[in-house]
């Protein structure tokens, strides 16, 4: 054994001896950097990098790599990567979440799949279930993220924050054009773009309306010899 994988493996007997579990012991990588507290569960495929602090009764993994992360008690990342961002009590995140650095997901937060955050801060209690990038945002308690949301916080030249209150609804496939607030309690609906305020309580819409052509597909088909 050289002296990388003996300091890998006191590392692991450390822990274990400390209250963590492990699934696979020798499909786990933790940094003699790194601290766990007892009752976490760390399942194969972990990497648990630099100066990251796990606290009790988190499940990590499988596959999920940290990065100079503070994870609080109670938290669930699953197939995720998370880099130098505070992850409060509670959250789940993944799986194919990235979380970039400089972020705070709040108290009982839920991040899906392939959701990316990038320098944003969140409330407690938000849901981005899936499909969704914020970036250079702060965004308030208790708000639910429609899948196909976007910050467009970059113009090709600087970067622009969006602030987004508590208690916001924000439909699917909405873009959101910093800088932009939007007040506590607002409603955006699916497929807007956003590139003004919205007022406290206040629904925004923008998107053209829809135009039904009756029989336009069977007389194209006919059209084009397709019967």
């Given at each position: 054994m050289n002296e990388d994988s003996a300091a890998l493996e006191a590392k692991r007997v450390q822990l274990l001896e400390a209250g963590v579990k492990m699934m696979d012991p020798a499909a786990v990588y933790v940094e003699a950097s790194v601290t766990v507290?007892?009752?976490?569960l760390l399942l194969p495929g972990t990497i648990l990098r630099g100066e990251t602090v796990i606290g009790p009764n988190c499940l990590i993994g499988p596959n999920v790599m940290l990065t100079d992360c503070l994870v609080e008690e109670g938290c669930t990342i699953n197939a995720s990567q998370c880099e130098c961002s505070r992850i409060e009590r509670g959250c789940q995140i993944g799986p194919y979440a990235h979380i970039r650095p400089h972020c705070v997901v709040g108290e009982g937060s839920k991040i899906g799949a392939f959701?990316?955050?990038k320098n944003c801060t969140l409330g407690a209690g938000t849901k981005m279930a899936h499909l969704t990038y914020v970036g250079d945002?702060?965004?308030?308690?208790?708000?639910?993220?429609g899948c196909g949301t976007v910050t467009c916080n970059y113009d090709g030249f600087q970067k622009f924050r969006t602030t987004i209150g508590s208690r916001v609804f924000v439909g699917c496939n909405t873009n959101f054009v910093p800088p932009v607030?939007?007040?506590?309690?607002?409603y955006i609906a699916a497929g807007t773009t956003v590139t003004e305020d919205v007022p406290v309580n206040a629904m925004a819409i923008g998107r053209s309306r829809?135009?039904?052509k009756e029989n336009w597909a069977a007389e194209n088909r006919k059209r084009k010899g397709k019967q």
């Amino acid at each position: 054994m050289n002296e990388d994988s003996a300091a890998l493996e006191a590392k692991r007997v450390q822990l274990l001896e400390a209250g963590v579990k492990m699934m696979d012991p020798a499909a786990v990588y933790v940094e003699a950097s790194v601290t766990v507290e007892g009752g976490t569960l760390l399942l194969p495929g972990t990497i648990l990098r630099g100066e990251t602090v796990i606290g009790p009764n988190c499940l990590i993994g499988p596959n999920v790599m940290l990065t100079d992360c503070l994870v609080e008690e109670g938290c669930t990342i699953n197939a995720s990567q998370c880099e130098c961002s505070r992850i409060e009590r509670g959250c789940q995140i993944g799986p194919y979440a990235h979380i970039r650095p400089h972020c705070v997901v709040g108290e009982g937060s839920k991040i899906g799949a392939f959701v990316q955050l990038k320098n944003c801060t969140l409330g407690a209690g938000t849901k981005m279930a899936h499909l969704t990038y914020v970036g250079d945002s702060d965004v308030g308690d208790h708000c639910n993220f429609g899948c196909g949301t976007v910050t467009c916080n970059y113009d090709g030249f600087q970067k622009f924050r969006t602030t987004i209150g508590s208690r916001v609804f924000v439909g699917c496939n909405t873009n959101f054009v910093p800088p932009v607030t939007v007040g506590d309690g607002a409603y955006i609906a699916a497929g807007t773009t956003v590139t003004e305020d919205v007022p406290v309580n206040a629904m925004a819409i923008g998107r053209s309306r829809q135009q039904v052509k009756e029989n336009w597909a069977a007389e194209n088909r006919k059209r084009k010899g397709k019967q």
